[in-house]
């Protein structure tokens, strides 16, 4: 499938089948920086979705964290207070159908904006070498974002320092 072929030429991960190459770390797949939130998942599928519609690839980044913030912003509402502020915080999402970015508040959502809050915080060797090919691979299988949004997460856990720890610790 192209989209895979391009997500691996991006971020230099390998495609199914292909053998790994030499690594020069005693560790065989790396560990994210930080716990791998739903919010993660979320983001890198409708990336890979703005992909599969055509976007160039900032854009697609652009909409793929835009989306998650807006989700998140709506799920994190709970009282009727909120809700009855649910008109003016619409308002806090521009919605330009041809600008090739989106806002949340004041805050363009650009590729930097991925980039920054999914890719830096997991660690960019964990998002090219385990995150982002497992997101493609179920993608690219038709997967459904909600039949993967736990489970594909489930055993990636921050990676734990051993330097400088003692064992009474």
Known sequence: MQLIGTLGETYGFRLKGEAMPPSNTSE???HPDKPIRRFDVFAEYNRLDALKDG?????AKGHGIWLAKVVASRR???SASDADGAASSSKKHHLDPVAPFKSVG???QT???FDHDIIARMGARFYAEVFAPAIADAFADGKKYEEIRDTIRATWKPGKSTLHRSRDQ
């Open 55 to 59: 976007r160039p690839a900032d854009q």
């Open 76 to 78: 994190n509402r709970t």
């Open 106 to 108: 004041d805050e363009l």
């Open 28 to 30: 065989s797949k790396p």
């Open 111 to 113: 590729a930097e904006t």
